[in-house]
Nanobody, 119 residues
Framework: QVQLVESEGGLVQAGGSLRLSCAAS????????IAWYRQAPGKERDMVAR???????VYADSVKGRFVISKNNAQSTAFLQMNNLKPQDTAVYYC?????????????WGQGTQVTVSS
């Protein structure tokens, strides 16, 4: 069974930095696509960053140049380094893993972690 465990988020002042981690189990980490999403109150869940199995990355325009997604296959862990945080980055952040299983693409989710950026 695939499980994703995210690190604690936290409260940070605008301009500060925070790093989230996502530890995966029950899956061959090098074969999966990892993405970070976020959901602010009253808003939809949106993708923030994605790292494919080959290491290529995709970022939402709102975080380009500020956030960096990475992974360590040996540790089965992905990271989201968030720099120059802004109050509008406040949201619950979710880690997701997408993999091909029994011929179907399946997505699994972490429990979510709150990130609050104060102005």
């Amino acid at each position: 069974q695939v499980q994703l465990v995210e690190s604690e988020g936290g409260l940070v002042q605008a301009g500060g930095s925070l790093r989230l981690s996502c530890a995966a189990s029950g899956v061959t980490f090098s074969l999966i696509r990892i993405a970070w999403y976020r959901q602010a109150p009253g808003k939809e869940r949106d993708m923030v960053a994605r790292i494919n199995s080959d290491g290529t990355t995709v970022y939402a325009d709102s975080v380009k140049g500020r956030f960096v997604i990475s992974k360590n296959n040996a540790q089965s862990t992905a990271f989201l380094q968030m720099n120059n945080l802004k109050p509008q980055d406040t949201a619950v952040y979710y880690c997701s893993a997408t993999l091909l299983s029994a011929g179907l693409w399946r997505t699994y989710w972490g429990q979510g972690t709150q990130v609050t950026v104060s102005s």
